[in-house]
């Protein structure tokens, strides 16, 4: 089955520097990496998503960049901001027909200090 | 939408005892999902229902663990004995089809 590790497990940044997020996958097959954030006491909530046949993906502050041909994947935010700090989860799913089965990395807990 | 609903949010429990954790998914939609989230372990996903049919529990830990989705608005996850290293928090999470998934804000379930 796919496995995806995630790096750096904690990061902290200066409130308005750049974070980035690096996710690592090993199913050749898989096509669809959605990233998620997690505030405490809360479900993960989609922030993000790439699907295989781009290479990168911009919404305001935060850019997700995918390699197929390393099998990487990366979560970019710009200008950093105190309501960024939460836990982030990359994820990747291969295609199975009907719903794909998407494996999570095990989070990336980012802090910003203002 | 009032979004995944899950009761209850806390629940302590003794050893051996069975604890039924309950999911309401957003109306309209036809996938399910149980995941159990630890330190440890990560997020982890127990089983899914497409159509309030199980597609896929292998990642049910043991027999322990069962899960029931006896229409499309609700969703039992049950563990019968619990043991203390069943404490995590446990989210369900519903999709339409597509490929986001929407999580209610978990139970968090300690075993003592």
């Known amino acids: 089955g796919e496995n995806v590790e995630q790096h750096p497990s904690t990061l902290s940044v200066q409130e308005g520097d750049s974070a980035v997020i690096k996710c690592t996958y090993s199913?050749?097959?898989?096509?669809?990496f959605p990233w998620y954030k997690q505030e405490l006491g809360k479900g993960p909530q989609l922030i993000i998503d790439i699907r295989s046949n781009v290479g990168e993906k911009k919404d305001q502050r935060i850019a997700v960049t995918l390699n197929k041909t390393a099998k990487h994947f990366s979560l970019h935010i710009t200008e950093t901001q105190p309501e960024d700090s939460a836990v982030y989860f990359c994820?990747?799913?291969?295609?199975?027909?009907?719903?794909?089965?998407?494996?999570f990395g095990t989070g990336t807990k980012l802090q910003v200090i203002p | 939408d009032a979004g995944v609903i899950q009761s209850p949010r806390h629940e302590v429990t003794e050893m051996g005892q069975e604890v039924t954790l309950r999911c309401k998914p957003i109306s309209g939609h036809d996938y399910l999902f149980w995941y159990r989230q630890t330190m440890m372990r990560g997020l982890e996903l127990l089983i899914y229902?497409?159509?309030?049919?199980?597609?896929?529990d292998s990642g049910m830990p043991e027999d322990r663990f069962s899960a029931k989705m006896p229409n499309a608005s609700f969703s039992t996850l049950k563990i019968q004995p619990s043991e203390p290293r069943d404490s995590a928090v446990y989210f369900c999470?519903?999709?339409?089809?597509?490929?986001?998934?929407?999580f209610g804000p978990g139970t968090r379930l300690t075993v003592t």
């Open positions: 994820a990747a799913s291969p295609p199975s027909g009907g719903y794909q089965k998407v494996t």
């Open positions: 199913d050749s097959a898989s096509n669809y």
């Open positions: 229902f497409n159509n309030n049919v199980p597609i896929d």
């Open positions: 999470a519903s999709t339409k089809g597509n490929y986001e998934q929407y």
